[in-house]
Structure formats: C-alpha cells, structure tokens
C-alpha cells in the first residue's frame, strides 16, 4: 500500500514563505514514480494544479505562482518540496500532493492547509 504524507502547511503573513514536503511510503520504489505534483484547493473552488516534477526534472508551474514558488524532488527519498515564497491571501488552500506512477496509477495525500493572512 502506497501513501502520501504532506507536511509544512501553516498560517503564514502575506509576503512571507512556506516550504511543503510530501513523502511516498510503502510498496514504491523510485523508480516507479514518474511525475510528482503539488495541487491547491481553495473553498469553492475547484482542485488546480500549482507545480509537477516528472523524473528527469522537467517542471511545470500554474501562471498564478511562477516566480515565486519552486517544486523540486529527491529520488532517493520519495520526496518533492514546494518553496512558497512572496505569498498572498490567494494563495490560500488545502495543498495536496499527488504521486504518478509509470504505470499511470495515481495517488493522493491527504491535504495540507496553508493560510495566508494578516
């Protein structure tokens, strides 16, 4: 069994910075993941995609947050992180991660609020 831990999450002053982490536990071996990403949801609103990662390093970010945030991954840990830097209000959301297999199964964690306010 597959899953995914995020972590980091928190209130946070506009302009400020966060850093996400997401971990894959289990029956995974790196070498099955393909693309690792990072996705928002805020109240109402439908689940977007903020960042990916695929294996070689190949990025891709939502036009909302590049500039300011970074994905970036660590195949020997089952890892991906997301720099947050400059945040605003907007920025405001449950943050999931999301896992791709080769196969094309894909898996979820279970969310991370991230708030951002003064």
């Known amino acids: 069994q597959v899953q995914l831990v995020e972590s980091g999450g928190g209130l946070v002053q506009p302009g400020g910075s966060l850093r996400l982490s997401c971990v894959a536990s289990?029956?995974?071996?790196?070498?099955?993941?393909?693309?690792l990403g990072w996705y928002r949801q805020a109240p109402g609103k439908q689940r977007e995609l903020v960042a990916a990662?695929?294996?070689?390093?190949?990025?891709n970010y939502a036009d909302s947050v590049k500039g300011r945030f970074t994905i970036s991954r660590d195949n020997a840990k089952n890892t991906v992180y997301l720099q947050m830097n400059s945040l605003k209000p907007e920025d405001t959301a449950v943050y999931y991660c999301?896992?791709?297999?080769?196969?094309?199964?894909?898996?979820w964690g279970q969310g991370t609020q991230v708030t951002v306010s003064s």
């Open positions: 999301k896992m791709t297999r080769t196969s094309g199964r894909e898996y």
């Open positions: 289990g029956s995974i071996f790196s070498i099955n993941i393909n693309v």
């Open positions: 990662i695929t294996r070689g390093g190949s990025t």
